[in-house]
Each structure stands twice: as C-alpha cells, then as structure tokens.
C-alpha cells in the first residue's frame, strides 16, 4: 500500500473543512495557535514512517496525556484501580460534572477530565512530590525520546483558567477519592496536559498499543499484553467522550483526542497514527483530525472492523 500518497490524497480531501470548527479557547493559551494546520504521522513496526505536514513542530497534548498516566497507574495498581475510576463510556462532554454526583465520586472512566484526575491523585500517593516527573520519564520512555517538555504557558494558563477541574476535583474530594492535597494533584493533571509533543513522537509513543504492550522499535515491554487490551478498548469507547461512538463508527479504530487538536489511532499489529488539526468539533476532538482517519481507514480497510 502506498501510504505517502494516501496522506496526500486525504490532505487535498480535508482542504473544504479549514472554514469548519474552533480552536479551544477555554484556556487562552491554546487559543494562540494557526487553525489552519494539518499535519499527519504514521510509524510503521520496522521502523518505516509516513508523514504529511510539519509532522516534527510540537503541539500541546492535552487529553492524550491521559493514555500514558492511565498505563502507568495500571502497571502500579492492576485492576484495584478500577475500584476507583470505571471502565464504562459516560456519555457525557470530557468535563461533565453530573454523574459524579449520583455516581458517589467514582468517575466513569479514565479518560473524562474527572477519571484522569483520579488517575493523577493515585500516581500522586505513589510519586510524591515528583510525579510529574515520572510521568514526564515514562512518556520519554514510551516515546524512546529525551526531548519531551511541557509548556509553562500553557500550564499556567490552565491553572489560571481551569474552573470546571477545580469543580469536578472538589466534588470528587468530598466522596472522599481523591486521597493527596488538591493543590499537588490539580498541579500534576495541567502539567501532565501541558506537555508538548510533535505527531512523529506520539504515532512512536504509541507503537506499543498496537503491538500488544510491547514497544516494536525497541521491543521493551511497556506492560502487559492483557492491560495492553484493555487500554486500546477504552480508547474505542470512552477515547472521544460524547463522540466515541461516533469516533468508533467512522473510523473503526481505538483512539484518543485531545483539545490541544491531536488525535492519536492504533491499528493493531501493523501501526500508530497522529494526526493534528487544532480546529474542533462541538465534543472538543479535532475536527479534521477525525475527518483525515476517517478517510485513512475508508482508503486502506485498516480499521479493526
Ligand atoms: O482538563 C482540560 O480541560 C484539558 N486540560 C484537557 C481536556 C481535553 O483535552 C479534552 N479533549 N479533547
């Protein structure tokens, strides 16, 4: 399959939908991007890589953090995590309040605003007060690169600005699951969320969900063939909040958005894929981003269906 003109075909394809969509504004920093772009990265097992755009400039993860913090509370806690943050899509925008309430402060899963700051308090009882730095070592680590910071703007602008965490981190508090000082754990969530990555380093960062737990260009073992699973299931359900089944329906692949306009996509046992266009659709995914898999997976029949 000739994949670069694959690329090519789908960047000419998308071209009509750069008037659609809006760049996240909730926190200002990320509204400062160009919404005009579109880039595309796919690694391949051996090594081999497609890509279209500025596949190498950095963008501003956001919820893509939350597949690496969700692997790493995994591998230290196993399936006592999900005593605390389910395994069920919520139906409901990344950063819905409304279940919490009736649901007694267990979030629905890890993906929603909610379960990931969850995630990030039980990483906060292990790690101390240097859990972002393991997080920010296990993303180097995953990702085979040295290089990966977080942006200091962004992170400030989200403490700044980030109102509805503060809600949902307080109301979970009061149910009693979240067991750290709020302050550290609400620290630990933005910066994790602030973290800069280029397409190239995501697709590679997420070689080893494709390739049953373990990475195929360094063949490490990440974690568990079984946990692996597990992950990429919950990226097909719950990877895109409101629009995971949407998601599921037009690409047919396990995947996770972020606002900063990434989306990662697993194709298992062949490759990853990360695409960035910062203009979203009304749920806070990549509107183009969607559309250019969407098109990836019609064009090649690489979805899981
Ligand atoms: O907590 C927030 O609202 C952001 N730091 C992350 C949200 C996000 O990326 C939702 N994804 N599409």
Do not use: W
């Not at 890589?49 to 500025?54: D, L």
């Not at 962004?154 to 600005?161: G, P, Q, T, V």
């Not at 302050?183 to 969530?189: A, E, P, R």
């Amino acid at each position: 399959m000739n994949y670069q003109s694959i690329l090519e075909e789908i960047e000419s394809e998308i071209q009509p939908l750069f008037n659609e969509g809006k760049v996240a504004s909730y926190i200002p920093a990320l509204a400062n991007v160009n919404p005009n772009q579109f880039s595309m990265s796919i690694q391949m097992f051996d090594g081999t890589s497609f890509g279209i755009g500025e596949v190498n400039k950095k963008f501003s993860i956001q919820s893509i953090s939350k597949v690496f913090t969700f692997t790493l509370a995994l591998n230290n806690y196993g399936k006592d995590l999900y005593k605390r943050v389910s395994h069920e899509p919520s139906g409901n925008p990344f950063n819905s309040l409304v279940q919490l309430e009736y649901e007694n402060g267990i979030p629905r899963n890890p993906f929603i605003n909610a379960g990931a700051i969850v995630t990030a308090d039980s990483l906060v009882s292990i790690y101390k007060k240097n859990s972002f730095e393991n997080i920010l070592d296990f993303i180097k680590k995953v990702s085979n690169d040295e290089t990966i910071t977080y942006d200091e703007e962004i992170f400030n602008s989200e403490l700044e600005h980030g109102f509805r965490n503060y809600a949902l981190i307080n109301m979970i508090k009061s149910f009693g699951n979240i067991h750290n000082n709020i302050d550290d754990v609400i620290k630990t969530y933005f910066k994790q969320c602030s973290i800069m990555m280029s397409p190239v380093q995501l697709a590679k960062s997420m070689l080893f969900l494709a390739n049953h737990g373990e990475n195929p260009l360094t063949n490490e073992c990440i974690i568990t063939e079984s946990k692996a699973k597990r992950i990429n299931s919950l990226m097909l359900t719950c990877g895109h909040y409101d629009a995971s089944g949407d998601f599921a329906y037009k690409v047919g692949l396990p995947g996770k958005s972020g606002v900063g306009g990434g989306i990662v996509a697993i194709v298992p046992k062949k490759m990853a894929i990360c695409v960035y266009s910062p203009r979203l659709n009304i749920q806070g995914n990549s509107l183009i981003g969607t559309k250019a898999l969407e098109l990836f997976t019609t064009k090649t029949g690489l979805s899981i269906f």
